[in-house]
């Protein structure tokens, strides 16, 4: 009961996080390692999860400022430390949290594992709209000739259930390799990507200034935001859409792991190569099109007086419409790649395996981690430095340095122990800022219970 | 395994955040200050004569609709707007003009000073600064008048005169959102 409370405790407490998990990838030969990599190498006949509890994680990041940047209570006005700050364009904040709701898997034979499940997940990232910041706390006043590009706006926010069902195959003693497909169901989404245009202030010709907006194109796509009559009511009905009745879409997972020698492993994966289509409850709205605005030119006829501010109504609404539609649209998932050389050494020890062999592993292993996520603006890279040590058959611990757009010095662990079936696995990341939130520019949380059979 | 739990869990608890100050929030307030241009137009002598060049007058007007106070953050968050006017004089007498804020029932809500350009000034500048706070009727305005008033010298006006003159206005919108 400790164990749920504290897992609870610490899920709802750290309910974000960053896609990458750095400490998990590769960890222990556990089952969540399977999602990471579809070719990872695992040793159990079966495992079941235990539902809600197999795999908790979350995270977040944020780059470019920190909590303290804004709060901190140093006298400096708040509308000051906004300004102060110097943000660019491709900072951002991201938010992930997943919840597995079923895991499993078996061993079909000696060659074969099967794993099926399925879990929720948030996802999120915005980018800082700098520009636009800049326009609505600043105006255009002080910036005249300066373009304030729409490009800035830029967000995507999913709410889905994934099923996946993946086969890992050792091909000979040295290549295992592995394949996981997903269906998606997604009840939430809401993004603005791609937008381009731009509004420009200039000292004018004809009259003291002029506005441009120019080549304007900025589309908001939402789907289950605003819900039809006939859709389910509240939290429920948008967490029921999760499970397979919301808006499809179809993945791919594909990994392998290398052993260029009895101590040197090379593993890779590429995750989330997919896509959703949504068509449920969709309101898209886009904005498109060019105008320029140099004031009212007044023509002194009045035996006919012109209504002006129609005629201008009419050229915006017709050179720059915003205009909504139900248009259904489809989305790619945020694809992944992971890549590892891993370097075992010291102690050799052996291990009971599923079918009921000893195999020979080394109580330490050191190497790097790669891990890749195409995001709308750019991709993100992180890499990890890592340590893995078994003090016994069933207890792993890692140690993680990681390199991203957050910080240059996170420092994760980890933490599996097994007792009977039942194993019990726990990851950090940048442990170090835990008692220093406000100066934190990420975190991430997983754990799980899980139930192993060898 | 116990005790990493217990100092897992240690950790959560003494996770902390130290001076901070989150009310600060309430402090945030959007100011931005707009540009936007306003009325603008060129007149020569011809306009003020009819059709057939004859029955000069000394006056004449326009007006719009002015819809910018109706918007509810605009009307809500106006704190002070300032009315700049450029204009050039090309003729050969001073023009004056007036530029009057009505409401849906043409009454005036506010009159700008006049504004008069001497013959021959080619780089009239004007502002006038009003505070919404002294002039809440400011924000009851739908509409825009100016009027175009010549000087009388006594010499008559040629209408075939090619002279002209110039007038340039924006208003810098001075907003403030808590």
């Known amino acids: ?454 | 395994m116990k005790k990493f739990s217990l100092y897992l869990f240690a950790i959560f608890l003494s996770s902390c955040v130290q001076n901070l100050d989150l009310d600060q929030v309430n402090d945030f307030s959007l100011e931005p200050i707009l540009n936007v241009p306003l009325v603008y137009f060129t007149i020569t002598p011809s306009q003020f004569f009819d059709a057939n060049g004859a029955n000069p007058q000394n006056s004449f007007s326009d007006v719009t609709n002015f819809s910018i106070f109706e918007g509810g953050f605009v009307r809500n968050n106006l704190v002070q707007i300032d009315f700049n006017v450029g204009a050039k004089n090309l003729f050969d007498r001073a023009i004056t003009i007036t530029i009057e804020f009505l409401n849906a029932s043409d009454q005036i809500t506010y009159q700008l000073a006049p504004i008069l350009v001497q013959s021959g000034d080619l780089n009239y500048i004007f502002q006038e600064v009003v505070m919404i706070s002294d002039n809440p009727r400011m924000l009851d305005t739908s509409k825009l008048k100016v009027i175009v008033e010549l000087e009388s010298t006594g010499n008559s006006l040629e209408s075939n005169d090619l002279s002209e003159f110039e007038f340039k206005s924006s208003i810098t919108a001075h907003l403030e959102n808590k």
């Open chain 1, 1 to 454: 009961m400790k164990l749920f409370t504290t897992i609870f405790l610490s899920f709802f407490a750290f309910s974000v996080g960053s896609q990458n998990n750095e400490v998990l990838y590769g960890f222990a030969g556990l089952p969540q390692t399977i999602s990471l990599n579809p070719g990872a190498e695992t040793s159990f006949k079966f495992h079941v999860s235990i539902p809600f509890l197999s795999g908790v994680s979350s995270g977040f990041g944020i780059s470019g400022f920190q909590v303290s940047d804004f709060f901190s209570d140093n006298n400096i006005a708040f509308n000051n430390k906004i300004s102060m700050l110097s943000l660019s364009k491709r900072d951002h904040m991201t938010f992930n949290s997943k919840i597995e709701i079923l895991n499993g898997g078996f061993r079909l034979n000696d060659r074969t594992y099967l794993s099926i499940g399925f879990y929720n997940e948030v996802d999120m990232i915005g980018y800082v709209p700098r520009d636009m910041a800049i326009l609505a706390t600043d105006g255009n006043a002080s910036h005249l000739n300066k373009s304030f590009s729409f490009s800035h706006i830029s967000f995507k926010a999913d709410l889905l259930g994934v099923l996946h069902a993946g086969i890992t195959r050792k091909i000979d003693e040295k290549l295992t390799v592995g394949a996981s497909v997903k269906i998606y169901s997604s009840s939430l989404n809401a993004q603005s990507i791609n937008n381009y245009g731009s509004f420009t202030t200039v000292s004018g010709e004809n009259n003291l200034y002029v506005n441009y907006f120019n080549n304007v194109n900025v589309d908001l796509e939402t789907s289950g935001v605003t819900r039809s009559e006939d859709a389910s009511d509240g939290a429920f009905g948008i967490l029921a859409d999760t499970f397979l009745s919301g808006n499809l879409g179809l993945g791919l997972d594909v990994g392998f792991t290398y052993h260029l020698s009895n101590q040197i492993e090379v593993t890779g994966s590429l995750l989330d190569v997919g896509f959703i289509h949504y068509s449920k409850n969709i309101k898209n709205y886009k904005v498109k099109g060019s105008f320029v605005f140099e004031g009212i030119n007044l023509r002194f006829n009045e035996a006919d007086p012109i209504d002006y501010w129609a005629e201008l109504d009419e050229a915006f609404n017709e050179q720059l419409p915003i205009t909504d539609n139900t248009t259904s649209y489809t989305a790619w998932r945020p694809a992944k790649i992971y890549s590892s050389l891993k370097y075992s050494f010291g102690e050799q020890r052996s291990r009971l395996c599923y079918d009921d062999t000893f195999k020979n592993y080394f109580a330490n292993a050191m190497g790097v981690q790669v891990f890749t996520i195409f995001r709308p603006l750019s991709s993100q890279v992180a890499l990890t430095a890592f340590y893995e040590r078994a003090f016994a058959k069933k207890f792993h611990m890692k140690i993680t340095y990681t390199l991203d757009d957050y910080s240059l010095y996170n420092i994760g662990a980890g933490l599996s122990a097994q007792i009977g079936p039942v194993n019990f696995y726990t990851t950090v990341g940048n442990i170090t800022e835990y008692t220093n939130l406000e100066n934190v520019n990420s975190i991430s949380f997983q754990a799980g219970v899980n139930l192993i059979f060898n």
